[in-house]
């Protein structure tokens, strides 16, 4: 029987430079996408919205996301759902490192790198 399961540790991914200080590794699925993002202190993620619905928990530090125009600040163990479509960005509050895993449905097929001018 030909194996069925994918095991990847997160260090054998690739990490991509998403913005100035925010790191991402990604992982397909065949009907979803896991990404784990790794935010300097200082980082902010530009405004921007794609149609896939995100989930987004905090792993470690504190995080503000700004979700069609509310602010929500986030900390380990918190977790927002963010339906397809809907504007957001994120910017790390205080002086600590913010790690998240957020999980893309359906599979995200392109994860552009984001423009701090054009939030896209």
């Given amino acids: 029987m030909p194996n069925v399961v994918d095991v990847v540790s997160w260090d054998d991914v ?3 430079i998403v ?8 992982v397909h699925g065949t009907r979803q996408t896991l990404v784990r993002y790794r935010y300097a202190p200082g980082s902010v ?3 921007h919205s794609h149609p896939e619905e995100q989930i987004t928990v905090v792993l470690t530090g504190t995080i503000t996301f700004e979700i069609a125009g509310e602010r929500y600040p986030l900390g380990p163990g918190q977790v927002a759902v963010i339906p397809g479509g809907v504007a957001h960005g994120a910017a790390v509050a205080g002086n600590e490192a913010v790690d998240t895993l957020n999980t893309l449905s359906p599979r995200r097929e392109a994860a552009p790198s984001i423009s701090p001018e054009t939030g896209r």
């Fill in 14 to 16: 690739v990490p991509e």
């Fill in 19 to 26: 913005s100035p200080g925010i790191e991402r590794r990604t």
């Fill in 45 to 47: 993620f530009p405004s």
